[in-house]
């Protein structure tokens, strides 16, 4: 009888399977690379999946051409309650992007006859994409308010304020922001939200995949199964597939499915992004805690790395790390210093403050890390 072989691994770095960085294989890939090649910190892909080719089923077509109304991709339902019982949520549906499914979402919000109408309460910090979904909302005659991230009495006075006009909130803020050390106080927004017969709306884009038991993200991480939330998110970064899923109720998933825009008017997701998000919960059910145990530790040695060169990075303990930059020196020739030196990082500007952003990988190695912080100890911290 024949011994059968063990299946090979195939480095993240390449091929995005079923290996994390410290393999054999890994350690191949990286020689082969070589020292030359650049340390990209700008790609969220956090755990590192890529969904090459090679690794993932054959389709027999990109789209059936027709809309999700008329009929499902293949395995499109399938993908959807696999998602929804990870981020402990009754039901679940997809969509091509988080840009259609909050401008859909908030369609239909803003439409709703039944019940009491909504107030829009929209957290400060919430990401530009849901917030355009709430604009729509507005254009259909929904009052909309915004507070500051976390600011729980001025939350709890506009969610007062929306009940004696007859109004329930719906409150918008997103599972995590990048830069924070912290997420936001999500189980005190849906207890506000609750007690005045309203809806949290998160946009966990960040958080799934990261954060949580198995990476199920922000209903897990914050114990809100139960409540009154729904969760729109992309699996874009957590997963590497460009593919959105609506996550809550079975109630309102299920009516938002019958009156959806774009699932009448639009393309469904692609055949191929299903498969790719079929192949991302097999790869998260096999070894998805120990890529987050590895984007972990990269990230403990990221901040240590900078600690011991006197630069504070921000962003706690999520993939996510700045730098904020000294007045006296300018954010562009900062950045294009770093590309010199082979370091790819983000530019940004918050609150008026330069940054580099960091974004952390579980497929980054201990070279890349160290790569970053000698270049970030010269061209920050020496010459500021």
Sequence with gaps: MRPTRPRKRRCLRCCCASAWPGSNSARRCERAVGADAAADFTSALYLGLRHGRATLDDWPALTLGKPAALAEVPGARAVARELAQLQGCAAATLLPSTLHLFWDLFGMLGRQREGR???????????????????????????????????????????????????????????YYPGHADAPPLARYAALAARADGLLLLDDTQALGVLGRRGGGSVAAHGLAGAPVLVGASLAKGFGVPLAVLAGSTALVRRFESVSDMRLHASPPAVATVVAARHALALNAACGDALRATLRQRIGEFRAALAARGIAAEGGAFPVQAVRLPRRLDLAPAHAALRREGVMAVPQCRGGAALLAFLLRADHTKADIARAAQALRHHVKELA
Aim: hydrophobic share 45%.
């Design 117 to 175: 109408p909504y107030t829009v309460l929209v957290d400060g910090a919430a990401y530009p994409v849901a917030r355009w979904g709430a604009e729509r909302a507005t254009g259909m005659g929904l009052p909309l308010r915004v507070f500051r991230s976390g600011a729980l009495p001025e939350l709890a006075v506009l969610v007062s304020q929306a009940r004696n006009l007859g109004r329930r909130p719906l409150i918008l803020a997103d599972g």
